[in-house]
């Protein structure tokens, strides 16, 4: 099993609709990160988080550390969205090396 | 963004040759890091350095090696290319340990 699952692996929908995408974790972590890879491969981080919730634009970020899951919300969704979304964290051990999960890949259908 | 420049960009090479992938930044983060990325696998750690001189082994360390002998310079050496290391290669950086990364461009390498 994973130690890092997103969910759903693929999501279409329509330009301005509500996105969610889950990731859950099974190890102690210090943060959670959430990245996004463009089609042209460039990775950008979206947030960094060890509680509660971050907004930055239309994206927000929410973690439950309790429950050992994240969730990035994406609002008015834009076909610019369309993306690979990856979620890593860093364990509590071992700030170097981040698990990885293995990326929601999002179509926003104009 | 953050200024991180990998080059080559892209590399075509033949199985037994020497390859260096470069790293290089202007931010004087102090941690580096070498990803490697294919289908199926995400992003796998396979090197890292925690300041000039200071390397250490990802999960995937296994025929490649790393320098770093300057702040701003981070390079991975494969001694002797093999087809299964036909990958895209992303160098990334952090201010601190527990800082976001930030990721360079990518290198696109395949053995043939």
């Known amino acids: 099993k994973n130690e890092v699952e997103q969910s759903p692996q693929n999501l279409t929908a329509q330009e301005g609709e509500f996105i969610t995408i889950n990731c859950s974790y099974s190890v102690g972590i210090s943060a959670l990160h959430w990245l996004q890879q463009h089609p042209g491969g460039g990775i950008v981080s979206l947030f960094m988080?060890?509680?509660?919730?971050k907004k930055h634009g239309r994206l927000i970020a929410t973690i439950n550390i309790q429950e050992k899951h994240s969730s990035l919300h994406i609002t008015a969704s834009h076909p610019r969205d369309s993306a690979v979304y990856i979620c890593a964290v860093s364990r509590v051990d071992s700030n170097y090396q981040l698990i990885w999960g293995a990326g929601t890949k999002l179509i926003i259908k104009p | 963004d953050a200024g991180i420049t990998q080059s080559p960009r892209h590399k075509v090479t033949e199985t037994g040759t020497p390859v260096t992938l470069r790293c290089h930044q202007t931010?004087?983060?102090?941690?580096m890091y070498w990803y490697r990325q294919d289908p199926g696998h995400g992003l796998r750690l396979i090197h890292y350095?925690?300041?000039?001189?200071?390397?250490d082994k990802g999960e995937v360390s296994d025929g490649y090696s790393v320098s770093r002998s300057k702040t701003e310079d981070f390079l991975l050496t494969l001694e002797s290319a093999t087809s299964s290391q036909t990958s895209v290669y992303f160098c990334a950086i952090s201010e601190s340990a527990d800082s976001p990364l930030h990721f360079g461009n990518g290198t696109r390498l395949t053995v043939t």
């Open positions: 931010e004087n983060h102090r941690y």
């Open positions: 350095s925690y300041g000039v001189k200071d390397t």
């Open positions: 988080l060890s509680s509660g919730k």
